[in-house]
């Protein structure tokens, strides 16, 4: 059977005239794309394009069937706006690159429902394997091993950010987990995967992770940091964007490991073409 991203990279090749340029257009790279061409020529056995140095041109056999894959991807897309798109992200993910991406999605003039569920991991997955979402974005680490009736691929890694309230140096000697733990860290409470990430990191070096504030997000964090209650670690996907009139610094703190998130489905249930679309969205944007 032919899955729809196979019909979507035809339709952007004979569309566009050339592989790169299909390639750019679905975020994707050049083999991948023409790999799929190659996959779909073997599949309905018969040649789709002529290869030239400057592009590529349809069969008249690739000519015949194009009509027909833009009228299937035409249906798909018909399906996918009835039944939704219903996917679950965390704090980190779900604060800018969530809403960024789904605005990209939307903006291209779909009319497709979304609906989004922002709850930690452990939430996320026990609704994905209830069918109540068919899409989490969780930190590795939450996920597990592969299993349990889920499949996981990876999405992005985030370094961490550490926040000083403005006017504290924030030099890379004071973004160490060394001079760290000698300040007042405000934190998430316990229980995320982040807070865990942050602990494992500590441990690591053999150093205490106590923090002096604890609080229930990230938004509250850099809030309690700009307020001089003291010193945060974030991942940096989760503040993008730096409004002027929040009263922080920060850097890239040292010595502790990039955070890394994947996105889960129930297995045997492939995406619907709008999720990939969004995860195609969600990756450059860091």
Do not use: C
Not at 115 to 135: N, T
Not at 240 to 250: L, N
Request: charged fraction near 25%; proline fraction near 8%; avoid cysteine.
């Amino acid at each position: 059977m032919t899955d729809a991203p196979a019909l979507e990279t035809f339709v952007a090749v004979a569309r566009l005239g050339s592989v790169q340029a299909a390639a750019v257009r679905l975020h994707r790279t050049q083999p991948s794309v023409s790999s799929r061409i190659a996959g779909l020529e073997a599949r309905w056995r018969t040649r789709l394009f002529r290869r030239h140095a400057r592009g590529m041109s349809l069969t008249p056999e690739g000519a015949r069937l194009l009509p027909l894959a833009e009228a299937a991807l035409s249906g798909i897309a018909e399906l996918d706006r009835a039944a939704g798109l219903r996917l679950g992200a965390g704090d980190a993910l779900g604060r800018e690159v969530v809403p960024r991406a789904l605005a990209r999605l939307l903006g291209r003039g779909g009319r497709l429902a979304v609906r989004v569920l922002e709850a930690p991991a452990v939430r996320l997955l026990e609704a994905l394997r209830a069918g109540e979402i068919d899409l989490a974005l969780v930190a590795a680490d939450a996920a597990g091993p592969p299993g349990a009736g889920l499949v996981t691929e990876p999405l992005l890694t985030s370094p961490i950010e550490a926040l000083f309230p403005k006017g504290d140096a924030p030099g890379p000697r004071n973004a160490d987990p060394a001079a760290l733990a000698k300040r007042r860290l405000v934190a998430l409470q316990p229980g995320s995967e982040f807070r865990r990430h942050l602990e494992r990191a500590f441990a690591g070096r053999g150093l205490p992770f106590r923090p002096a504030v604890e609080v229930g997000n990230l938004s509250l964090v850099r809030r309690f940091v700009a307020a001089g209650l003291g010193v945060g670690l974030v991942p940096a996907v989760a503040f993008s964007a730096r409004p002027s009139d929040v009263a922080v610094t920060s850097t890239r703190a040292r010595g502790i490991p990039p955070i890394a998130y994947v996105h889960a489905r129930r297995a045997g249930v492939p995406p619907s073409e709008s999720a990939e679309q969004f995860l195609r969205l969600v990756r450059p944007e860091l």
